[in-house]
């Protein structure tokens, strides 16, 4: 698989020169500046391309081009917004991106409620802690109907939390799973405005969308998308739900097997296509990553690399790449053989030696992620070789 690293563009504080310096081949990443929706122009496009070619690189994935909320929720906009994001789609394509990774998840991307969960060896990583997302869900943003979706174990757990947790710790439960997160991946709130009354807001608009609803949305999209992707060459790559179940009410269609097959059946073309990512499908339950990978092999275009492990309670943390419950090993064994020429990036490291003080996004700090790609690339080396000895 091609190595690729997501980039932020000229104001990430990793430089594309760093990127070269540690074996990076092709770069993944997105207009962040221009809100979901808007046509990508061609301007634009070119413009980035280019100074990433001037680095000596190649812009490999366009990740995301993000999906409007109109579009998930039907508004009345989305004919118009699905014909912006076929422009944006065809410029892509003109200046040579071939894989777009998209996702589907309304109104809120991936979820956790720490992003510095320290390790014993002093590193930090990014965790999940149910009954705290669920003191967000109930006592902070009080979502009407909210209690139903908890157990009354977990129901006296927020009561008991509620009596200990202090503002700072409310203030940063907020930052982290609404602002902190969303921020720097198109979903970023409007200036000044309260978060959670802006969450709120968000949420109303998927009132009476269930499941059903909600695919049905998707296949509207695709519908109309998918044959441009076709005539382009290009490949879209839906992302899994991160984590893979539903939050605040709010249907995900893409959690695992049943919802991915519907998805690929929908339209059998291999321009439909999924982003692997083996961290957000190893946080269900339901998953087996390496089966996953083998029953979709054919339709993966695009590859994340990572892993989390499943704690007592519906917790998780972000696991080592070597361990965990993403088993990256076997991910590997499988995409190396069945899809070596697809791109795929290590996704989430952990944040340790100088990585603190430096302003990356969450999740994307330099060091964690370099350390991660170069487990990674020890697993393909070990694999390829494996695959050449056996030819
Ligand atoms: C966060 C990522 C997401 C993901 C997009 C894909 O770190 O998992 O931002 O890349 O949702 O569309």
Wanted: charged share 25%; net charge negative; proline share 4%.
């Amino acid at each position: 698989m091609e190595k690729t690293w997501r980039w932020f563009g000229e104001n990430d504080c990793i430089t594309l020169e760093m990127l070269r310096q540690i074996g990076v081949e092709g770069i993944v990443t997105a207009l962040y500046d221009q809100p979901p929706g808007e046509v990508w122009s061609e301007e634009a496009v070119n413009a980035l391309n280019s100074f990433i070619k001037n680095a000596g690189l190649h812009w490999s994935v366009a990740e995301s081009l993000p999906v409007a909320e109109e579009i998930k929720y039907g508004g009345a906009d989305r004919d118009q917004l699905i014909e912006n994001y076929k422009i944006s789609l065809i410029n892509l394509a003109k200046a040579g991106v071939k894989t777009i990774c998209y996702n589907f998840m309304p109104a809120i991307d991936w979820v956790r409620t720490d992003l510095d969960r320290k390790l014993p060896d002093g590193t930090t990583t990014l965790y999940f802690d149910k009954i705290r997302f669920a003191y967000f869900d109930c006592r902070i943003l009080q979502r009407e109907g909210a209690e139903a979706d908890y157990s009354e174990e977990e129901k006296e757990k927020i009561k008991k939390l509620d009596s200990i947790i202090t503002d700072a710790e409310k203030a940063a439960l907020i930052d982290t799973i609404i602002v902190k997160t969303q921020g720097f991946i198109h979903r970023k709130l409007r200036e000044g405005a309260d978060p959670v009354e802006e969450f709120r807001k968000q949420l109303q608009n998927y009132q009476g969308i269930d499941k059903h609803l909600l695919r049905e949305n998707l296949h509207y999209f695709l519908k109309k998308v998918i044959p441009v992707a076709e005539e382009q060459g290009v490949t879209l790559c839906i992302h899994p739900d991160d984590p893979p179940f539903s939050v605040f009410g709010l249907p995900r269609i893409v959690t695992g097997e049943e919802d991915i097959a519907w998805i690929m059946n929908l339209l059998k073309s291999k321009h439909n296509g999924l982003t692997f990512c083996a961290g957000s499908l190893s946080a269900g339950v339901q998953n087996d990553a390496p089966h996953l990978a083998r029953t979709f092999a054919e339709r993966i275009g695009f590859a994340h690399l990572r892993s989390t492990e499943l704690l007592p309670d519906g917790n998780f943390v972000e696991a080592s790449h070597l361990g965990g419950n993403g088993k990256l090993i076997e991910v590997i064994r499988i995409l190396e053989k069945e899809q070596p020429c697809i791109p795929m990036r290590v996704d989430h490291g952990r944040v340790m030696l100088d990585d603190a003080r430096n302003n990356h996004n969450p999740g994307y700090s330099f060091y964690g992620r370099m350390f991660a790609l170069a487990q990674v690339e020890g697993m393909m080396a070990v694999v390829r070789n494996e695959i050449d000895s056996f030819q």
